[in-house]
């Protein structure tokens, strides 16, 4: 899979409109009773004339069909440090697209589960989260930025219970 974002004019600098964009290229491939896949994603924001900033992630996970309706999977995910000029402007989320000059605002995502068919429609994953922050950076599992993680270099690990239904 491959896929290109633009938005023109999203933000302004003082008189200036800025544009943003975003590109992603995934694949997967099944070997046996395996899946594994892996993605790239590059995003781009101008911050003021000729000045933007740019982050780039990359994952790789698997999932593995064991006998009957059981799965086990892993995924690994790496948010480079966001490179630029400077930080971004209000209209674009520091926790979004976080800057220090000093570096360090990458993070790096592990996640393990186990996964059960109850039917064709019907399945459920029961996983363990692990992020965890560079020194200058505030990335937060699901958007939830609570008082607790509120600084940065907070680490965080959840347990997390997905029941999905076909209609």
Known sequence: AVGYELHKQFGAAGTRELDDKAFVIAASYKLGKVDIGAAYNEQQYEIGAGSELKKTAWMIGADWSLAGPHSVGANYTQADSTKGSGPAP???????????????????????????????????????????????AAYTLGGVKTSAVAANNKDQNALVLLLKHKF
């Open 90 to 136: 209000a209209a674009i989320s520091a926790s979004t697209v976080p800057f220090n000059a000093a570096g360090n605002t990458g993070a790096n995502l592990f996640q393990i589960y186990y996964g059960h068919k109850f039917s064709k429609r019907t399945t459920a994953k029961l996983g363990y989260v692990r992020l965890d922050n560079d020194l200058n």
